[in-house]
């Protein structure tokens, strides 16, 4: 049987980190291009894994009848347009998260998703990640009880991305913290709890530490190849806020950066029968009550390497018509409420969904 014939648009740090070497590890999948607006970068990749044609412009893709799917691996700005472009020409995509910069940008992704009747999953990789979805049985199971309210943090040490750069640039990233590592804890505890419907939100953005950039000291620094001082800085380095939905309230607090030299990336589920803390990307805690006494365990589980699990998600379900849980018809509602958190902090009031 022939291989897929698939393309990598964007050839930076998630892609090579993440999407490329997933490709390849699929027997079922041949990667065909390579394309970056710094042909460099594509060029790069062709050499690094032998394999593929390097391109500059992903309109020269969109005609070739051999390529069956994407991977949109670019910042936020491009998202909504490339996955659009290629879902009219009839291929199927996998957009990085987050789906776009604005609520807006994401709902034209659907249409086209609808209209094209082609696969539009979004990098949403925590749905295929097996503590995640050890955790979610168990929710699910009714071991929790009833889950009734929900606390996010998402915290890190003085962490800003590519300073100056896309990450740190509005008109390109849509915003700072909350859309770059917010939405993926939002997307856990929305995909736990069985997508609750969001009813209000109110939060508050800010924009701090990274404002001077010159004069910024930092811990870390992803994608720090893209660092530029002299670039621009109008995005959210720390975000906290609240969200009624019609099961639990989610409360949250975020930073890229913080005066605190801790990391606290974690989520509180607590319930009625018993309460659990995952701790991003590896395990979590249940604790409960047994025979009078307070206990709390941690189950043991065979973990999986979520992007290859993702990966090879997208590609069955080209195959088989399944509806992944990363569609985007799923996702959009994340989408919704990431928009009315920065509506909110922008209107200095509550936003009912």
């Known amino acids: 049987m022939a291989k897929m014939k698939i393309a990598i648009i964007g050839c930076g ?7 490329i070497p997933a490709y390849l590890k699929n027997p079922d999948v041949e990667i065909k291009y390579f394309c970056d607006i710094i042909l460099s970068k594509a060029e790069a990749a062709v050499a690094k894994y032998g394999v593929g044609t390097a391109v500059e412009d992903y309109h020269q893709i969109l005609a070739d009848p051999e390529v069956e799917a994407v991977s949109v691996c670019t910042p936020n700005k491009m998202h909504s347009i490339i996955s659009i472009d290629f879902l009219k020409a009839g291929k199927n995509v996998l957009c990085e998260k987050p789906a776009a910069r604005i609520y807006s940008e994401a709902l034209a992704m659907q249409q086209a998703q609808h209209e094209s009747g082609k696969v539009l999953n979004i990098g949403v990789v925590n749905r295929f ?27 890190a040490y003085r962490s800003i991305p590519g300073l100056g750069g896309a990450f740190t640039t509005k008109a390109i990233a849509g915003g700072g913290v909350l859309i770059d590592w917010g939405v993926h804890y ?109 206990i709390n365990f941690k189950p043991r589980f065979t973990p999986n390497a979520h992007f290859e699990n993702e990966i090879n998600s997208f590609i069955r379900c080209i195959k088989t018509g399944e509806k992944l849980p990363s569609h985007i018809d799923t996702v959009i509602v994340t989408a919704k409420m990431m928009q009315a958190m920065y509506d909110s902090s922008e209107q200095g009031k509550e936003i009912q969904l």
């Open 13 to 19: 740090t998630i892609a090579n980190n993440a999407h």
């Open 129 to 155: 990640n097996a503590g995640v979805n050890k955790l979610r049985s168990m929710i699910q199971n009714g071991d929790l009880g009833e889950v009734y309210a929900i606390y996010v943090s998402f915290r």
């Open 186 to 294: 939002l997307d856990i505890v929305m995909y736990c709890m069985n997508d609750p419907k969001p009813l209000t939100v109110s939060a508050k953005a800010f924009s701090k530490l990274g404002v001077d950039m010159p004069n910024y000291v930092y811990n870390g620094m992803w994608a720090e190849d893209t660092k530029n001082v002299n670039g621009t800085y109008d995005v959210d380095d720390y975000v906290t806020g609240f969200v009624r939905t019609e099961g639990p309230t989610i409360t949250f607090n975020g930073a890229w950066a913080q005066n605190i030299g801790e990391q606290d990336t974690y989520i509180d589920f607590l319930g009625t029968k018993g309460g659990a803390r995952l701790q991003y990307g590896s395990d979590f805690t249940f604790y409960t009550t047994s025979c009078g006494e307070l």
